[in-house]
């Protein structure tokens, strides 16, 4: 049963006519395949082109950007969520299955069950809902809490999904059309067909009680904090949620915009207490009621990369927004604002694409990027140039597994879902390719290597193919040779010429604790390619991560396996279902040069055990330092892995009418951009 939306409102039609008739006058021209010079970070000798692709069809958007997980069984799963404020209008959360995200089909079980075909009592009843009050009188809002599940992890103790939530509650808190905002967390423990929210993770600064002018005694009040695009940062061992927040004039609508970011240790499973935001340049604020900085791009007269401390929003300063932005006692619009992130391997760098502050339709989406996700420094790279949208909700996709948001290559994909044309109904994608006078070189290809985990057991291949971890390695058993293949993955091949890999034929391949296998080599076989992923902060420690199933390469003493990336132990009553490897060192290699001895084995060199998990006061973390291992690359990539997610400039209340299959899925409001 796919969703059957209700007819729009006539107030709401109104207004998406109107928002749709000022987004068609911008016109429709633009160029497909324009490279356009990048705007680099004054300290980055390096120059960048992005070159704009084809344009493809996007068939199923939501009210979220698309939230893409494969499960230990190696299915794909996609999620999305609406919650419309009227008192019959749809609020859901809606899963899609299939291979990858271009034959993806409605999820039946998981989309009925009843708490994700209406939301509204999950809502309601949420840490956030029993916390919201409705609004009074006549109103278009009929509840206290609209809530939608976003940014969604499977956790490799168990199997267990998770997700962050969008709050949108207390509607009308200064009589206007407008709520507030926060972010809690929810687990599914049966692939997404029940839910429970669980707790808070990130909170406004400031109050969210209805009218409080004891809180905001002038003329504006705080949004809080919605909207959260998630990174999962195996490389570093942390969560990054990027978020977003708003000043709003009371009785009218926002004004400026704001970009904000927070962390969590993955080890913490998103649980409350475990965030911390950044503010003024360290890691020190409660995820729950602390401060935040408003996150700004890094230029030569502004290298920190947030507003200072004194120049932020303050709800007792006097004016309407407007004015305090031009006084300078407000920052104005972020350009990082609601951006989603992923790693790009081939620059060694991640990237993001936030919403533009021009929301005319003819601004170029922007592409910014840095190096290293502890000290948010983001420099803007480039942008698409002549190809121009209004975009909403985005997210990027590597267009060689079709599956996932953490690494990408060269080229990629980047989906839009809403004004991505001069059309506000427009669903896309378009396929991008960033060039670089300096690509990342992970390891030095004319060299050979032996591969070895922290346990001290050496990649090895026995006569019959067989892989597995061992305390020495001949030539022919376990010398490996790194091919690129251009795009910033790798072949690694054997003595005898074989790739290593999985089954790209199938999903089974993707599924947790796939072994290894030595195939003829195929530099175009997704299941042969490996992301080499440096560690953060642990110089010469690297993850092998398969690009067809985005798990890790791991071994024991009797199996060579892909694995779901951890960084910390599994405890042994951590219960469900879990990979055979269930420890940090089973997957944290080494990569150092065969050096053959005519007369014994090559041993596993020293290697100390990794820490298990980052500390969770963690202040300022510093740039991880290149290995001086002659091997290393001049850029090695400084690696990272994980999801993503946006939120609307136009204040319009928005549904639409979803196609593919006769399927409609009702957009809501005019927040999200």
């Known amino acids: 049963m796919f969703p059957h939306p209700r007819p729009l409102p006539a107030s709401r039609a109104r207004r998406l006519c109107a928002a ?62 609406h919650a419309l404020y009227g008192k019959n209008d749809e609020r859901r959360w809606t899963f899609w299955k299939g291979t990858t995200i271009d034959d993806i089909t409605w999820d039946q079980e998981a989309s009925s069950a009843d708490d994700n075909w209406d939301t509204t009592t999950r809502c309601n009843e949420s840490p956030t809902g029993r916390e919201s009050t409705r609004a009074p009188g006549a109103t278009s809002h009929s509840e206290a809490n609209y809530c939608d599940l976003t940014n969604m992890w499977v956790d490799p103790d168990t199997g267990d999904w998770y997700g962050l939530v969008h709050n949108e509650f207390t509607p009308r808190p200064f009589d206007d059309g407008l709520h507030y905002d926060s972010i809690d967390y929810a687990v599914s423990h049966d692939k997404g067909v029940t839910w429970s929210i669980v707790d808070h993770a990130i909170t406004s600064p400031y109050s969210t009680r209805r009218g409080d002018t004891d809180a905001f005694p002038e003329k504006t009040y705080y949004y809080g904090d919605g909207d959260p695009r998630l990174y999962v940062d195996y490389a570093s061992g942390y969560f990054y949620a990027f978020y977003g927040s708003r000043v709003v004039d009371k009785g009218y609508s926002w004004v400026a915009f704001y970009q904000h970011v927070a962390r969590a240790p993955i080890s913490g499973k998103m649980a409350a207490g475990t965030w911390q935001k950044w503010y003024n340049g360290t890691w020190t604020e409660a995820g729950i009621g602390g401060r935040e900085s408003n996150m700004t791009p890094v230029t030569a007269d502004s290298p920190t990369g947030y507003t200072a401390p004194e120049n932020e929003y303050k709800p007792t300063t006097p004016g ?23 790693y790009n391997a081939h620059l060694g760098l991640y990237i993001a694409e936030p919403q533009n502050p021009d929301q005319s339709g003819n601004a170029p989406q922007e592409i910014y990027a840095t190096r290293d996700l502890s000290t948010q420094k983001w420099f803007k790279l480039g942008d698409t140039g002549t190809y121009t949208n209004a975009s909403w909700y985005r997210w990027f996709l590597d267009s060689a597994n079709g599956t996932s948001s953490a690494i990408v290559g060269r080229s990629f994909r980047a989906y839009c879902s809403y004004g991505c044309t001069t059309e506000l109904m427009s669903f896309q994608y378009v396929n991008l390719t960033i060039d670089t006078d300096s690509p990342a070189q992970a390891v030095d290809t004319s060299k050979r290597y032996t591969i070895t985990n922290a346990d001290g057991l050496l990649l090895s291949a026995a006569p019959d193919g067989t892989l597995s971890g061992a305390t020495t390695v001949t030539e022919d058993t376990g010398a490996w040779t ?11 091949t054997g003595a005898d010429g074989r790739a290593l890999g999985v089954d790209s034929s199938s999903t089974a ?100 055990a990794p820490t298990t998990e980052p500390t969770q006061a963690a202040p300022t973390q510093a740039a991880p330092t290149q290995a ?32 593919g299959a006769g399927a409609l899925a009702l957009r809501r409001r005019a927040r999200r951009g």
């Open 20 to 81: 749709a008739a000022a987004l068609a006058l911008v016109g429709t021209a633009y160029s497909l395949s324009t490279p356009l010079p990048a705007q680099a970070d004054p300290a980055d000798a390096a120059t960048y082109t992005v070159t704009v692709g084809s344009v493809g069809t996007w068939t199923h958007p939501d009210d979220t950007p698309a939230s893409m997980i494969i499960d230990e069984k190696g299915d794909f799963h996609l999620q999305g969520a």
């Open 320 to 342: 309407w927004a407007g004015q305090q932005v031009a006084d300078g006692t407000a920052p104005a619009t972020s350009p990082l604002f609601v951006m989603d992130v992923t």
């Open 482 to 492: 790194f091919h690129a293949t251009g795009d910033g993955s790798y072949t690694i």
């Open 509 to 608: 391949g993707r599924a947790w604790d796939t072994p290894l296998t030595l195939t003829a080599a195929d530099s175009t076989d997704v299941g042969q390619q490996w992301f080499v992923v440096p560690a953060t902060g642990d110089a010469g420690s690297v993850r092998l991560v398969n690009r067809y199933s985005g798990l890790t390469l791991g071994m024991n003493g009797t199996a060579a396996l892909t694995t779901p990336q951890r960084t910390w132990d599994r405890g042994s009553d951590a219960g469900g279902t879990s990979s055979v490897l269930t420890t940090v060192a089973a997957q944290t290699l080494t990569l150092a040069e065969f050096r053959p001895s005519p007369a014994t084995p090559t041993a596993a060199p020293t290697q100390a």
């Open 628 to 659: 001086a291992d002659p091997t290393a690359a001049p850029r090695a990539s400084q690696g990272p892995l994980a999801s993503t997610g946006t939120n609307v400039l136009v204040p319009v209340l928005v549904a639409v009418v979803l196609t």
